[in-house]
């Protein structure tokens, strides 16, 4: 028995380790995001301008907070994708968003503002929620840990990826264009072989989820 939980605690301690780079990058992103929220109190003049900004910045800095939480709490995995493509799919597909830091920003329209902050507000506190729903069994790369098919998971197989691509497009709005959108096409692009590697993994780890497959949709119901 001794032997037994010092291998599973070895298990957990490695899991922790290999997400150890992500949870340092977002407490980083947490403090500078917090030091926005500094400055937009300090600087704007424009009280519903002022609580769009912020709360879209406030729910962006949670989203990142609740993924520190899980990746110490969640469940070992029991099944990985094999090889680096998906691996890699999976980190560009999930941070993305980063590389909107080399763009210029761009000074908004009240119109575009408040586009924008919906946007991240609505996409964020989607993806809080359904991170809270998956809890234990939350993970950046293709891994499977446990069958999540209830809550969200009822209407579409990936709701988190819905979620951060409707926050990725709102903060697009933020940063000089055309090169925000192509970051953001390219985010969106690298979901679909993300699904597919995840799905797979799924499929080989859990038999009852090829009959989830079938009954559900992959990112919008009765369409695709």
């Known amino acids: 028995m001794n032997t037994r939980l010092i291998t599973i605690s070895k298990a957990r301690l490695l899991d922790l380790a290999a997400a150890s780079p992500l949870i340092v990058w977002y407490a980083f992103a947490i403090a500078g995001l917090a030091m926005q929220i500094g400055g937009q109190i300090a600087t704007s003049t424009d009280p519903a301008r002022l609580a769009l900004s912020a709360g879209a910045t406030l729910a962006a800095a949670a989203f990142l907070g609740l993924q520190i939480v899980v990746f110490v709490i969640r469940r070992l995995p029991v099944g990985k994708a094999e090889g680096w493509r998906p691996r890699i799919l999976a980190m560009f597909g999930a941070n993305a968003a980063i590389i909107f830091l080399a763009l210029p920003r761009v000074e908004l329209s009240p119109l575009l503002n408040v586009v924008s902050s919906v ?42 990826y819905v979620a951060e691509q409707v926050a990725t497009f709102g903060i697009m709005w933020q940063f000089q264009q055309p090169g925000a959108l192509m970051v953001a096409l390219l985010s969106l692009a690298a979901q679909f072989p993300r699904m597919h590697y995840e799905e797979q993994i799924l499929a080989q780890t859990f038999p009852p989820y090829r009959a989830y497959v079938e009954r559900t949709a992959r990112l919008i119901p009765g369409v695709y």
């Open 119 to 160: 946007l991240i507000i609505g996409g964020s506190v989607g993806a809080v929620i359904v991170a809270s729903w998956l809890g234990r069994a939350f993970s950046v790369l293709p891994q499977a840990r446990s069958l999540v098919t209830e809550g969200p998971y009822r209407f579409v197989r990936h709701p988190l």
